[in-house]
């Protein structure tokens, strides 16, 4: 058996990352993903069509989640420039993309965020923002925030891996739970949440552990109880996300012994109907450089598109990204596990 070494920096060895994923075999007989999908019929994985423009704006953050597959943090540097979004906004405009959702990092740390969120919306384009929580209150120039979203009928999905203290300050570091809490309540004064104000707030839970997400349903419905019991707080939904082997959380399970039991979890509860719908068939994952990922898992081990000569927004082309084999690799088995899992929660 093979003796697997994590990463020991703060930025990820993508290299090192995918090398560990794709040798699976030779450390505990994990089938390649691959060969799942010819299984059923799915292999070469192909697009259906764009609906989801997700773009990363940065990797900087005022946080350091142990979770956090994007490596993100203070000190990252890596943030996406105006040129840029506004190539970005001309592949938009020019292609029926419904959703622009907006990601870091802390995506409102980026300089041109706002004007970048007022440029999408001219377009007519639905806005979803992945929002921290706890950036509202970070710095004064963040606390008007939940009247800017509003304003420009933000669509806003917060991570919140617990209704109580103790399991999410242990994922997000110490006062976290507190802040979240009162960015969550600040929304709520917004109209987020709020049953027929149309603003639209879903709060996202991760396992904190090496185990799959409980049943979705349950959990938004204890969610929903809990915090409206303790807080006061109300939101519209609750995705559950299955942990991906990547990033500090690959490193977390070589260095706690449980990358083998952990990636025959995800292999034993395969299943086909989340296979055939999974995100990176309706969805195009951009970089903060701009370059093309089927999603935001293989943009963070740096699996750029297969469409040789447009797997940069500089040079989008419709048609070759449209016929394009999906990249996939033995981390696809978090997607396809159990109900499924995408960036809007179960699939199944």
């Known amino acids: 058996m093979k003796t697997l070494k994590a990463t020991n920096h703060p930025i990820a060895d993508y290299s090192h990352q ?13 089938p390649k993903f691959a060969d799942k999908l010819e299984a059923i019929g799915l292999y070469p994985l192909k697009p259906t069509g764009f609906d989801v423009f997700q773009v990363n704006v940065g990797k900087m953050c005022n946080q350091t989640c142990a979770h956090c597959h994007v490596d993100a943090g203070p000190d990252r540097k890596e943030i996406m420039t105006r040129e840029t979004m506004q190539t970005c906004l001309e592949v938009i405009r020019e292609h029926d993309f419904k959703t622009v ?3 870091g990092g802390a995506p409102e740390m980026n300089p041109d965020f706002r004007w970048f969120v007022e440029e999408i919306k001219k377009l007519g384009r639905h806005v979803m923002v992945r929002c921290n929580l706890t950036i509202i209150l970070a710095n004064p120039k963040f606390h008007d925030l939940p009247e800017f979203f509003k304003k420009h009928n933000v669509e806003i ?33 917004a109209g987020y949440g709020k049953e027929g104000s149309g603003l639209v707030l879903n709060l996202v839970y991760n396992p904190s552990g090496a185990f799959l997400p409980a049943s979705q349903t349950q959990l938004e419905a204890d969610f929903k109880q809990a915090l409206m019991k303790d807080y006061g707080i109300e939101f519209n939904s ?3 996300i299955t942990n991906l082997p990547i990033s500090r959380f690959l490193d977390y399970l070589i260095k706690s012994g449980n990358y083998e039991s952990y990636m025959e979890k995800l292999v034993n509860a395969f299943n086909p109907s989340a296979a055939a719908g999974v995100m990176c068939r309706n969805t195009l994952s951009i970089g903060w450089d701009g370059y093309i990922y089927d999603c935001d ?25 449209g016929k394009r084999k999906i990249v996939t690799g033995n981390h696809c088995y978090g997607c396809t596990a159990g109900a499924g899992s995408s960036c809007g929660g179960a699939t199944t």
């Open 238 to 240: 609750l995705f559950a």
């Open 18 to 30: 995918v090398a560990i994923l794709e040798e699976g075999t030779e450390v505990s007989n994990i």
């Open 157 to 189: 999905v917060s991570s919140l891996p617990f209704y109580n203290a103790q399991r999410t300050d242990r994922q997000r570091g110490n006062g976290v739970f507190d802040k979240s809490i009162k960015a969550l309540q600040m929304l709520n004064a």
């Open 101 to 103: 959702d907006l990601t």
């Open 297 to 321: 898992f293989n943009q963070m081990l740096d699996l750029k598109i297969d469409s040789p000569g447009a797997h940069h927004i500089g040079n989008f082309d419709s048609q070759a990204i």
